[in-house]
């Protein structure tokens, strides 16, 4: 986190205990409310703040805009505030500012304090936390709730700092942050209403936001989804079987993929069983962006085989695609990718995580190129491919690779492009289940089963009530903790939590089966006590 060098004098509204100020950023500079021109009227709860003027420059200039506040109390010391603004360009971002606090430690996703680091501590969403709602424990031991409803779920950020000038140096702050859309850049911002709590409990305010996606937001609990096949329900094992590395390395050919899948189909009635095949289509990523069986994996004739054997002893085939990533070095990338680069706000292109795919330690990948799934040329491309495979191969699910990736694109919105995907994929074929990497609120409506470590992200167990979870590739398997084709190499063995809403999940490398059969079977039998899903 950056901050001024000098004191912004924003004013500070002090609303029944809150003390407030407010800025407005737009695509050339940051504005603050104008106090020679503000007013504030209190009636009854409510309040109306007003400001007919911004200034800018720590207070030394002035500029055309203004500044609305409707704010009323709810009870308990809480506030609602419907926010609107208007500034001389366009408005990327509006902040609400929380000041005058004793120090604070925010909790993480599984409602643990942290500490408040010297240069302050900085959530996003949806990229880091998954709901935009920020708990903060104050050393009094009261605890202050902030989100924001917005159904349309745009980019939020939280933070908290020691501020360092002013009257208020020492004391801190905490920061609201809404971004608009910006497909939708303008010169006024109605903002989404935004909650403070004081006393709050967590899991009632966190409900409370989960409330209103449900009825605002297409949040949908498991139990009445209707985007996902009957078959998914009866599902109780995952087998992560890797194919083929970055680098080439062959870990599981078909026919070896084909082995297990027996092994397995043997010990538990295979339509119980979601096969999950990363690397399946040669060099894992490298591939990305043409999707074909490999012939070094065994080909055409090897990948129809595997699918239809697996299908007479009813295990669900559910080959990997890249959602939102393909090789720019592909010959047919031209048809498809200039027009769908990812970019941020601004039309930064996005270069995503950038492995160290070929150990320069470099993390240099030009090739790899981040598209928008919104985008009309990669979102047709990508259901082409999807579906001319699924109709000459007949496997019944898919799996999008790095969803949970988003970013402000003021082209197409990327929720909103997968939501478009998963209905084409899914318009002719109600049998085709399509599932995603990580989630946040804004992909459970979209997306019924997420793969997700649980070492590698926190998963709070309200999750479950929306979705199901199975283990993430980035989890070491049973014989030497390898991570197959993902890049991370070696993380020792775990099972997954035993929890209702995590699909047991067993991965399989070269050699698993035949040094792991012990582990392999002990899930497998920890699987069939299972109900459904």
């Known amino acids: 986190m950056q901050f001024y060098s000098f004191d912004a004098r ?33 009636h009854d709860g409510r309040w109306r703040l007003h400001c007919q003027g911004l200034c800018w420059a720590g207070g030394q200039a002035q500029a055309r805009g203004s500044l609305s506040a409707d704010i009323s109390a709810e009870g308990n010391g809480n ?26 430690h925010p909790l993480d996703m599984l409602d643990q304090a942290r500490e408040v680091p010297t240069d302050g501590l900085l959530d996003r969403y949806p990229n880091s936390i998954r709901l935009p709602i920020w708990l903060a424990a104050l050393s009094d031991a009261d605890m202050l709730g902030f989100r924001c409803e917005d159904p349309q779920q745009r980019a939020k950020r939280f933070c908290a700092y020691a501020e360092r000038m002013g009257a208020l140096a020492g004391r801190y702050a905490v920061e609201c942050i809404h971004d608009e859309d910006a497909r939708h850049f303008d010169t006024t911002l109605r903002a989404p209403d935004w909650i403070l709590a004081r006393q709050t ?78 690397g399946w289509e040669g060099r894992y990523y490298w591939q990305y962006g043409d999707f074909r069986p490999e012939r070094r994996l065994g080909g055409e004739d090897g990948f129809a085989g595997l699918c239809d054997e ?22 047919n990338f031209h048809r498809f990718g200039p027009s769908s680069y990812m970019k941020s706000a601004t039309r930064n292109l996005f270069l995503g995580n950038q492995p160290d795919w070929n150990l320069s330690r470099a993390h240099d990948t030009g090739w790899q190129a981040w598209l928008n799934p919104g985008a009309p040329a990669w979102q047709h491309e990508l259901s082409r491919q999807i579906t001319q495979l699924v109709a000459q191969y007949g496997f019944d699910a898919v799996f999008l690779d790095t969803v949970e990736v988003w970013t402000n694109d003021p082209d197409f919105n990327i929720r909103e492009g997968y939501r478009q995907l998963v209905d084409r994929l899914r318009a002719d074929r109600p049998n085709l289940l399509v599932t995603g990497e990580d989630w946040w609120d804004g992909l459970l409506p979209i997306f019924p089963i997420f793969q997700q470590s649980s070492k590698w992200r926190q998963v709070p167990d309200w999750v479950g009530r929306y979705a199901r979870l199975m283990g993430h590739i980035c989890d070491g398997e049973a014989s030497r903790g390898s991570t197959g084709v993902f890049e991370s190499g070696y993380v020792p063995y775990e099972r997954l939590p035993d929890a209702p809403h995590y699909l047991p999940t067993l991965a399989f490398v070269d050699g698993t089966l035949a040094n792991a059969k012990s582990e392999i079977d002990a899930v497998i039998m920890l699987a069939k006590a299972r109900g459904q899903l």
């Open 10 to 42: 924003d004013p500070i509204i002090e609303i029944d205990g809150w003390k407030l100020s407010f800025q407005v950023i737009t695509l050339e500079n940051t504005y603050g409310i104008d106090p020679d021109r503000m007013t504030v009227e209190a």
């Open 79 to 104: 506030l609602r505030l419907h926010i609107e603004t208007s500034a001389p360009e366009p408005i990327t971002t509006l902040k609400l500012l929380i000041r005058d606090l004793p120090p604070l």
């Open 201 to 278: 409990d967590p899991d009632t305010f966190r409900a409370q936001q989960l409330a209103f996606n449900e009825e605002y937001a297409g949040l949908i609990p498991w139990q009445q989804r209707t985007d996902m096949p009957d078959w998914t329900r009866d599902l109780k094992l995952v087998l992560t079987l890797h194919g083929m590395h970055w680098s080439g390395y062959i870990f599981n050919d078909y026919a070896a993929m084909l082995d297990i899948i027996r092994y397995v189909a043997k010990r538990i009635d295979g339509r119980h069983v979601l096969a999950y095949l990363p």
């Open 310 to 331: 697996a299908r007479t002893l009813g295990v669900h085939v559910m080959p990997m695609f890249g959602g939102n990533c393909a090789n720019a070095w592909l010959p």
